[in-house]
């Protein structure tokens, strides 16, 4: 393991105002890192534990860049770990927070950056011990548009547990805060999920915290040719995990289970897959017949996979 020394002062002992900044990263260019470790260093907040965690250490030379480039900043308030071997997302976020001290932790996906002002505006949202998450929008950027977006998963704050059931309105890792006494009551990342390990976590403290919302944009999401679309299959088998790690949950709250089914229908037709598709369709329908998402899903599933059958029989 590299290891560069914590700082010594604030963060050998915790504190009310000491926040951990958790950047795993996988393969990414040293420079490209560097734009990551940056937003985090310049934030506006200056009582941080900045913890980069390296999943690939069977690359000796590019762990050497990324000791080198971390050191070039002279900031004694980051840390380098690696890991023993490439073992995943999540399981290096887990590692990180193990490792970490801060009472507020903030986890930095490698390919994405903070405004300045991220870590300073959502940990005053921490207003009372009944908030575990605090999360905000986030500027969008993709090869196609010429600017960016800014995107909202949720305008909500308090108890947000059944508007969790139907979509993570938090969004990805970059975009939120969380409180480490609600990491120790709830848990960390589930390792074994195959996707939507966030929406997992998010829903744990959802059932027993309170999330805030600060409504301005304060994250740069970079969306790379390699990062748009996740690997089909495991989207498929963590949608199933998913949803039958919180079925108990769900039968109190039928209308969410309703679209979350047919969400999964939406997606399916958007892909053209067609008979998945009627399969998780006729399950919707036997759970319940009489739901509004039967209707409003599909067609939205259709409209989308029309719209880029045009395109694609146009030549755009």
């Known amino acids: 393991m590299?290891?560069?020394?914590?700082?010594?002062?604030?963060?050998?002992?915790?504190?009310?105002?000491?926040?951990?900044?958790?950047?795993?990263?996988?393969?990414?260019?040293?420079?490209?890192?560097?734009?990551?470790?940056?937003?985090?260093?310049n934030q506006t907040h200056k009582n941080l534990e900045i913890i980069i965690v390296n999943d690939y250490p069977e690359d000796e030379n590019l762990s050497e860049q990324i000791y080198d480039m971390l050191h070039s900043f002279k900031d004694d308030r980051i840390s380098y770990l690696c890991m023993a071997q490439n073992s995943g997302a999540c399981a290096a976020r887990?590692?990180?927070?193990?490792?970490?001290?801060?009472?507020?932790?903030?986890?930095?996906?490698?390919?994405?950056?903070?405004?300045?002002?991220?870590?300073?505006?959502?940990?005053?949202?921490?207003?009372?011990?009944?908030?575990?998450?605090?999360?905000?929008?986030?500027?969008?950027?993709?090869?196609?548009?010429?600017?960016?977006?800014?995107?909202?998963?949720?305008?909500?704050?308090?108890?947000?547990?059944?508007?969790?059931?139907?979509?993570?309105?938090?969004?990805?890792c970059s975009m939120t805060m969380l409180?480490?006494?609600?990491?120790?009551?709830c848990g960390i990342f589930d390792e074994a999920m195959l996707s939507s390990q966030d929406y997992d976590l998010y829903l744990r403290i959802a059932m027993q915290y309170?999330?805030?919302?600060?409504?301005?944009?304060?994250?740069?999401?970079?969306?790379?040719?390699?990062?748009?679309?996740?690997?089909?299959?495991?989207?498929?088998?963590?949608?199933?995990?998913?949803?039958e790690k919180y079925k108990k949950l769900y039968e109190d709250y039928p209308d969410a289970y309703s679209y979350r089914?047919?969400?999964?229908?939406?997606?399916?037709?958007?892909?053209?897959?067609f008979k998945e598709a009627a399969k998780r369709y006729k399950e919707a329908l036997k759970f319940k017949f009489f739901?509004?998402?039967n209707i409003i899903e599909p067609l939205k599933g259709f409209g989308k996979y029309m719209g880029y059958k045009n395109k694609k029989d146009c030549n755009i």
């Open 291 to 293: 739901s509004k998402y």
């Open 179 to 185: 409180s480490r006494k609600a990491l120790e009551q």
């Open 210 to 243: 309170e999330f805030a919302y600060v409504g301005i944009p304060l994250i740069h999401r970079y969306l790379l040719a390699e990062s748009i679309t996740e690997n089909e299959y495991k989207q498929a088998v963590g949608w199933k995990m998913f949803t």
């Open 261 to 273: 089914i047919n969400e999964r229908v939406n997606l399916l037709i958007e892909k053209g897959r």
């Open 2 to 41: 590299y290891g560069i020394d914590k700082a010594k002062g604030v963060n050998n002992k915790m504190n009310d105002e000491l926040v951990t900044a958790i950047i795993s990263t996988y393969k990414r260019p040293a420079e490209m890192l560097r734009r990551a470790v940056s937003s985090v260093v």
């Open 94 to 172: 887990n590692y990180g927070i193990i490792h970490s001290t801060g009472m507020y932790i903030e986890l930095l996906d490698d390919d994405d950056a903070w405004c300045p002002e991220k870590t300073k505006l959502q940990l005053k949202a921490f207003s009372n011990n009944k908030v575990g998450l605090v999360y905000s929008p986030y500027y969008n950027y993709t090869a196609v548009d010429e600017k960016p977006r800014v995107l909202v998963g949720g305008r909500l704050s308090g108890n947000v547990l059944e508007a969790m059931l139907y979509n993570n309105i938090a969004g990805g």
